[in-house]
């Protein structure tokens, strides 16, 4: 320790002895060292033109859906007598799902069988002792209002058979109960009262594209799904309906749903959420660069040894990461990733 400050005070002392030589010799220094040792100039950022696959995609989100599902609903308030499912259930289709007190119904269906029956034998009554030959004016009126009376009586009797059939709710389809509005017999419904069958084997993935990019989805194309409860499920899928009338978006746009079938699985349910990439344009074993590199639409910089030389270049298919060159670079050519990256100093002035 010792020798160290030693060495220190000496040389302060020489610093001080001989200041104009000091001063010199820090100079000289400060110099080499920036001839040695240049300031680094901005890097620029480099790839090479190499054959792959450039796939155009457009990207949306969705969810689960199903293409066939039905809401089941009574015609008539009433009485739930009987409930047959809850929410979860398997149902075949023709099983019944509930149905209302019938009392009321009965008594109603009864009544409307006596009215029929008291027109009817009015009616029998009056042509078993006239004819339309010999009946006066008044006694056509009183034939027309008998016949209406019996015609609108069994009417009546068959509006009230259909009113006992329809307070029985069957399902329609094969699937699984997805809502129920009522949990228990013994409440009272109404016409809204609901119940929801889906069939699970008509799920698809439901997107909103929007109107900017519906021009480029056709029916057929692939799709690449990946569902939030589902992440590791890289799903291939394809268009196969897209809607023929827009919808207005949440944020006031317009956008079509584009749906695609998914495989069964059991595990999929409506609702579930997800984000796919449609596959619109696809260019297999060509010659590619990065779209970044691309300038004044069809431009790059080309390094030649330690500078860039503009070129330009034929483009085919463009993605948001990579563009396909037909024309005007050659397998390694190495290109500027970023254009505003390189130095006017290290640009080839063209004549």
Not at 73 to 87: E, H, P, R, S
Not at 305 to 315: A, P, Y
Not at 318 to 324: F, G, K, L, W
Request: net charge neutral; glycine share 6%.
């Amino acid at each position: 320790m010792k020798i160290i400050k030693d060495l220190f005070a000496r040389i302060k002392a020489l610093v001080l002895s001989h200041k104009k030589l000091s001063l010199l010799f820090l100079a000289i220094l400060i110099a080499a060292g920036y001839f040695l040792f240049p300031k680094g100039g901005p890097t620029v950022l480099t790839q090479a033109a190499k054959t792959e696959d450039v796939i155009r995609t457009v990207s949306v989100t969705g969810n689960v859906d199903s293409d066939n599902t039905v809401n089941l609903t009574f015609q008539t308030a009433g009485t739930l007598d009987y409930l047959g499912i809850k929410v979860g259930d398997t149902v075949k289709k023709g099983q019944l799902i509930a149905s209302l007190n019938k009392d009321d119904l009965w008594a109603a269906f009864r009544q409307a069988q006596q009215d029929f029956t008291a027109a009817k034998a009015a009616s029998e009554q009056y042509y078993s002792g006239h004819t339309n030959a010999t009946e006066s004016y008044d006694e056509k009126v009183q034939r027309t209002a008998l016949d209406a009376a019996q015609n609108k009586a069994y009417d009546n009797m068959v509006i009230a058979q259909k009113a006992i059939a329809n307070s029985n709710l069957y399902s329609t389809i094969d699937g699984i109960v997805t809502k129920a509005d009522a949990q228990s017999a013994g409440v009272n419904i109404t016409v809204t009262t609901t119940f929801t069958i889906t069939d699970p084997t008509s799920l698809n993935f439901k997107m909103e594209v929007d109107e900017a990019d519906i021009g480029q989805v056709k029916i057929g194309q692939n799709v690449n799904v990946s569902l939030d409860s589902f992440p590791n499920d890289n799903l291939k899928l394809i268009v196969d309906k897209i809607d023929f009338v827009s919808h207005l978006t949440s944020s006031g746009g317009n956008a079509f749903y584009v749906k695609a079938n998914l495989p069964e699985n059991s595990a999929y349910r409506v609702g579930m959420n997800g984000n796919a990439d449609i596959i619109v344009g696809e260019a297999k074993n060509v010659l590619a660069i990065p779209s970044s590199s691309i300038f004044d639409d069809n431009y790059v910089y080309v390094k030649q040894r330690d500078k860039f030389e503009k070129k330009k270049i034929r483009l085919g298919l463009q993605s948001d990461t990579e563009a396909e060159v037909k024309s005007g670079l050659l397998n390694g050519d190495i290109v500027a990733v970023d254009p505003s990256s390189v130095p006017s100093n290290l640009i080839i002035k063209t004549k």
